[in-house]
């Protein structure tokens, strides 16, 4: 029986080592900003969103993802690239969009921060270099 409890220190040990139950805190993500807008889709994911809707209507009893994201792809990868062509236009104008808003969320959130278009292109150290540098040549 004792070699049966060293073998659980053992153990016990190894799980210590790799790090398993050592009370670690993960660091923590930075918030996101909800008035941020967000991404446009790709022209699968419209292709996509159409292709649900009619799946749905052709096979209303079925109730799982994974069969209808199996059948898009499947129809995605079989398309021509003139049947891509209106989904591909679609996400290109989203994209648009995307960036205007985007720009104008930009400059609103640099409309809220003043600081950092007072403070000149020079960090604070260099500026501070510069200070001691003036000094010593007025003390030569």
């Given at each position: ?5 060293a073998d ?12 398993a139950?050592?009370?670690?805190k993960q660091?923590k993500?930075a918030a996101k ?8 889709p790709?022209a699968f ?6 292709f ?16 209808v994201?199996k059948?898009s792809?499947d ?6 690239d ?5 989904y591909?236009a679609?996400?290109?104008k989203k994209?648009e969009e ?5 720009l ?14 007072d403070e ?12 001691e540098?003036?000094?010593e040549e007025d003390?030569?």
């Amino acid at each position: 029986m004792p070699k049966a409890k060293a073998d659980a220190v053992v153990a016990d040990s190894r799980l210590k080592r790799k790090g398993a139950g050592t009370g670690r805190k993960q660091s923590k993500k930075a918030a996101k900003d909800p008035n941020k807008p967000k991404r446009p889709p790709s022209a699968f994911f419209v292709f996509m969103a159409e292709f649900r809707e009619q799946y749905k209507k052709e096979h209303p009893n079925n109730k799982s993802v994974s069969v209808v994201g199996k059948a898009s792809g499947d129809k995605w990868k079989s398309m021509s690239d003139a049947e891509k062509a209106p989904y591909v236009a679609k996400a290109e104008k989203k994209k648009e969009e995307y960036d205007r808003s985007i720009l104008a969320y930009n400059r609103k959130l640099e409309g809220n921060n003043p600081s950092e278009e007072d403070e000149s292109d020079k960090s604070k150290s260099e500026v501070h270099d510069e200070d001691e540098d003036e000094e010593e040549e007025d003390d030569e």
